[in-house]
């Protein structure tokens, strides 16, 4: 089974540009969930989408927005971008029932943001 | 606020035994899970616990005990593919999908 795939790997923006990153979750997975990583933050929460719906969202500006599609790939968006923005971001699907060992978080390798 | 709180840094030689101990304090919580991050990849899945108790999976155990709100992971018969960061991470309600996690440990094998 393929896993959690994300693109593009890197990518520099400048800013007050946006940019566009994608997932595409593993098949049959109706949960994404997208988490931010910075050496001083961690990972931090973004949002979830289930079901082409947020289901859950994290404390972050509205400048971060996303959505999913009927066959489950997401893409996130960044608006106005900040230097405070570079991060690596990370996506991971899951089958998107309760918590637990049985509906485990499965993630991608990550886009790597820098901005200049 | 949420906050989950992992030692930085841990050294441990090959063949012994490890523990790294989380505390949490989060408005909610439904169970604990561990994942294991080597460096420039992804965050792998390790173990969870939503009981009280011991969850062994081969070399990896895990702890937990709510009343506490603490938990461990255990690492036995250390390699040294095993240096990596190690993060706990929080479920705080029922829905899988939103995962608040500890800043890592990062730990170190040596021969």
């Known amino acids: 089974k393929a896993g959690v795939t994300q693109t593009p790997r890197y990518l520099i923006k400048t800013r007050g540009q946006q940019v566009t990153l994608s997932c595409s979750p593993i098949s049959g997975h109706r949960s994404v969930s997208w988490y931010q990583q910075t050496p001083g933050q961690g990972l931090q929460f973004l949002f979830e989408?289930?079901?082409?719906?947020?289901?859950n969202k994290g404390n972050f500006p509205g400048r971060f927005s996303g959505r999913q599609f009927s066959n489950s790939r997401s893409e996130m968006n960044v608006s106005t971008l900040e230097l405070g923005d570079s991060a690596l971001y990370l996506c991971a699907s899951s089958l998107g029932g309760l918590a637990g060992r049985t509906d485990t978080q499965y993630f991608g390798p990550g886009t790597r943001l820098t901005v200049l | 606020g949420q906050s989950l709180e992992q030692p930085s840094e841990v050294t441990a030689v090959e063949g012994a035994i490890v523990q790294i101990n989380c505390t949490y304090q989060?408005?909610?919580?439904?169970?604990l899970s561990w994942y294991q991050q080597h460096d420039g990849g992804a965050p792998t899945f390790l173990s969870y616990?939503?009981?009280?108790g011991l969850e062994e999976t081969g070399r990896f155990s895990s702890f937990l005990s709510r009343s506490d709100s603490y938990g461990y992971l255990l690492l036995q018969e250390l390699q040294m593919k095993d240096s990596a960061s190690y993060f706990c991470a929080v479920n705080r309600d029922n829905q899988g999908g939103k995962l608040i996690f500890g800043q890592g440990t990062e730990l170190s094998v040596k021969p």
């Open positions: 989060t408005s909610g919580f439904y169970g």
């Open positions: 989408y289930f079901s082409e719906t947020q289901r």
């Open positions: 616990n939503g009981l009280d």
